[in-house]
């Protein structure tokens, strides 16, 4: 700790080139931190997805519809505690352009199947009792400034009504929040039976189903044996519990790793190459001021941890700096790919950190090493 | 000696004495090599998916949907408009007379993609025979042509590329019913490669469907679309929208253009402000390290012209010969690759293309870093005080 004046003074010997190394470093580890948050991100929203609650969705694609008779069948599969089932809607406020994420279902299973959801019995009993009744997301409400007792008109491009009218009429009985805020409350849920009868197509179907089941660790056994009731039918299943659902969805995206990967990976390279280099040659050309302090009486070991010191020093600010700046950009970023409410995992800025060190020592250390069997009297001299 | 002369005896000894130092320039091409590199492989990535999506449309062919649909899959069309819609002034005809409209079907299956087993969809597009009139780029590699009827599917060559068990004679699981693949074909890279082509009829009956997703039309001449435009839209018993197939690609490419347009300007904001940074330090570094040889130059006689344009032709020269290098690692190693980008309704399925343009930008950008890196240096250089640079030890 006594040396950090000399380390310090040792740093701004040559302004330009510290600034400069401090700008490159601090580049590499906002990209680095921006990256790897995004990806750590994601494993956590996937983490945080149930183990004991399974997805049933048509085998063929998520877009065909399963018939409502099924919901009797995978009641009766042992394991099972309770079923519920969504309809996806599809729809928009007034423009094309509005739209908004709408979905039917049997209100009264709503708690057993996501107690998750915060929302007061009284707006379940006003569902139950309000055939075109709607609950809509705390974030939904405050986007759009509705509340309860609100008349909504929504329109379909998709589903169209018996009566042959465009607008699809509901009023708001209540508003949940839910997800512990982890993911956005902005959904509109209707009553099924309504919107089944008033439906000139597709009537007696739905979208997905959803199991809860009270052992996780059988989950895979549980969602074999539903599947395994419509094998060979003309509505075959696919259950999957949530977390690998939501893995399998991510890896639909595309077969991007190997792209992003190599990315960072040329990235980071390329910087810290450069960067490495430059530290490299500032410890060559200070090794007559390195003699100097051996003259001093400084040992060969305090030569090479001041050499070490410094780069440390140099490379750990810079990697701070710029994971500082990729968390006080992670909020914004992870609202634009609709994870908002995340933040940087602590094991990002560790591994950071880390990176910053093994860097530090790769480019000081050959030099300072070197320092250990220099002849003082040729150093002093040049030479 | 006059200004040129020595602006070219000083560069030149620069220039043949690179090879001493080695060490230090090699430095910058590899680091420039890698941010040119990484730089030309994002914007090809997103140059070539916009390219695979625009490409699906052509200026004659125009697409109706239901009045409010943003894509086709979300679209509804009933029979009683289809034949309306048929009957539009504006459309073309077949060599047979009828109109050159099909009214087309969208479904979606799960298949595995080859590269890694993972589940994906792939878009299945049932069309009418006028089809063949509508999508003369649509062409046979492999196999036969479905037959209406039979439950006989085409395969796009990039689906073909992506994914398992779509060869001929492969068999694949849609709504309650098996079809068989008899064919492979390219529609010059555009979206419908990444698709399976079908008979719409068969596919409706197949998914007891009675509504079609869309229309597809062949327009008489490019300049009849706003007539077909206006008899749709203003007809009282319609509700649909109709659309250029251009614009109507273009606006389904805006969504990924906007996240891919954000991430390409992220990296290449970063790797050129890291460039520039690092730049810069390799060649204040490697001009300090010569401050003495450039002092002695000086105290010969050499002007300051001459210092700085030696310092910043070595800069050119090796932020241009890095630069070739990276763009070089970058077509060799993603050029003509295969890469897939889903989501629950489909893959699309597309090429990337590294063009001349995309390299040629590239290494300008190398240069310009090279030259602004090596400026600031240069003019340091010409500037210190020529007795107190010949004593300096670095």
């Known amino acids: ?383 | 000696m006059s200004v040129l002369n020595q602006i070219g005896a000083v560069t030149a000894m620069n220039l043949r004495s690179i090879p001493r130092r080695v060490g230090s320039s090699s430095v910058i091409v590899i680091g420039i090599a890698g941010v040119v590199g990484v730089i030309v492989a994002v914007f090809g990535m997103t140059r070539s998916l916009s390219q695979a999506l625009v490409d699906t449309g052509r200026p004659d062919r125009a697409i109706v949907l239901r009045s409010g649909a943003q894509n086709e899959t979300s679209s509804t069309l009933l029979v009683d408009a289809l034949a309306t819609i048929r009957n539009a002034p504006g459309v073309a005809r077949t060599s047979a007379g009828d109109a050159a409209a099909s009214a087309e079907m969208l479904a979606s299956v799960n298949l595995i993609r080859r590269e890694d087993g993972a589940q994906a969809a792939v878009g299945v597009r049932g069309v009418e025979p006028t089809s063949a009139t509508i999508r003369p780029e649509v062409k046979l590699v492999d196999g036969r042509m479905f037959r209406p009827g039979l439950r006989e599917t085409i395969v796009g060559r990039g689906a073909h590329h992506e994914f398992n068990n779509l060869e001929i004679g492969d068999r694949v699981g849609l709504r309650d019913s098996q079809w068989t693949v008899v064919g492979v074909f390219e529609s010059g890279g555009d979206a419908n490669e990444s698709r399976l082509l079908t008979d719409a009829q068969t596919l409706m009956s197949a998914y007891k469907r009675t509504a079609a997703n869309s229309v597809t039309v062949l327009l008489a001449s490019e300049g009849s679309f706003d007539e077909f435009k206006t008899a749709l839209t203003t007809n009282p018993t319609l509700s649909v929208s109709v659309e250029r197939e251009r614009d109507y690609y273009q606006r389904q490419s805006e969504d990924a253009n906007t996240f891919f347009g954000l991430v390409t300007t992220f990296v290449g904001v970063i790797m050129a402000l890291g460039a520039l940074f690092a730049a810069l330090n390799t060649m204040y570094s490697a001009v300090s390290a010569r401050t003495v040889e450039i002092a002695t130059l000086r105290a010969i006689g050499f002007g300051a012209g001459g210092v700085v344009s030696s310092v910043l032709a070595e800069a050119l020269l090796l932020s241009f010969t890095g630069a070739l290098v990276g763009a070089g690692v970058a077509w060799l190693l993603f050029n003509g690759n295969t890469v897939g980008i889903g989501n629950t309704v489909g893959t699309l399925v597309f090429q990337m293309h590294i063009t001349p343009a995309l390299l040629g930008s590239g290494v300008l950008l190398a240069c310009i870093v090279g030259l602004i890196g090596g400026l600031l240096p240069a003019l340091r250089a010409a500037r210190m005080p020529v007795a107190t640079a010949l004593r300096a030890t670095a």
């Open chain 1, 1 to 383: 700790m006594k040396y950090l004046p000399l380390i310090w003074a040792g740093l701004w010997r040559k302004r330009v080139r510290t600034i400069l190394t401090l700008m490159s470093v601090v580049v590499a580890f906002v990209l680095f931190g921006v990256m790897h948050g995004v990806t750590a991100g994601i494993d956590q929203i996937v983490n945080q997805m149930s183990d004991s609650r399974l997805r049933i969705q048509s085998r063929v694609n998520i877009t065909e519809p399963l018939p409502y008779a099924q919901l009797a069948r995978i009641e009766s599969v042992p394991g099972v505690m309770s079923v519920g089932f969504y309809n996806f809607v599809g729809a928009y406020y007034r423009e094309p352009r509005n739209g908004i994420s709408a979905g039917a279902m049997d209100i009264s299973r709503l708690k057993a199947m996501f107690p998750e959801v915060a929302i007061s019995q009284e707006a379940i009993d006003a569902m139950a009792q309000t055939r075109n009744g709607a609950l809509i997301g705390q974030d939904l409400a405050k986007e759009r400034g509705w509340k309860v007792g609100d008349r909504i008109p929504l329109r379909s491009t998709i589903w169209m009504r018996k009566d042959g009218a465009q607008d699809w009429t509901f009023e708001i009985v209540g508003i949940y929040s839910g997800f512990d805020g982890k993911v956005p409350s902005n959904e509109f849920w209707i009553n099924y039976q309504y919107f089944d009868e008033e439906r000139t197509f597709g009537n007696g179907t739905v979208t997905l189903y959803f199991a809860r089941i009270n052992e996780p660790a059988r989950s895979a056994q549980i969602a074999e044996q539903i599947d395994g009731l419509f094998a060979n039918s003309p509505n075959e299943t696919q259950t999957q519990n949530e977390r690998d659902w939501l893995r399998g969805r991510i890896a639909q995206i595309g077969n991007m790793a190997f792209f992003v990967n190599a990315i960072i990976g040329a990235v980071m390279f390329t910087l810290l190459f450069l960067t490495g280099n430059t530290m490299m040659q500032s410890v060559r050309e200070r090794i007559p001021e390195l003699a100097v302090l051996k003259t001093y009486g400084f040992s060969s070991a305090a030569v090479v941890s001041l050499v070490l010191g410094e780069a440390l020093v140099l490379c750990g600010a810079a990697a701070a700096i710029g994971l500082g700046i990729a968390q006080a950009a992670s909020p914004s970023i992870f609202r634009a790919i609709g994870a908002g409410g995340l933040s940087l995992p602590w094991g990002v800025i560790g591994s950071g950190l880390g990176v910053a060190a093994i860097v530090a020592i790769i480019s000081a250390l050959p030099p300072a090493w070197r320092t250990q069997r220099i002849s003082i009297v040729d150093a002093l001299a040049g030479r």
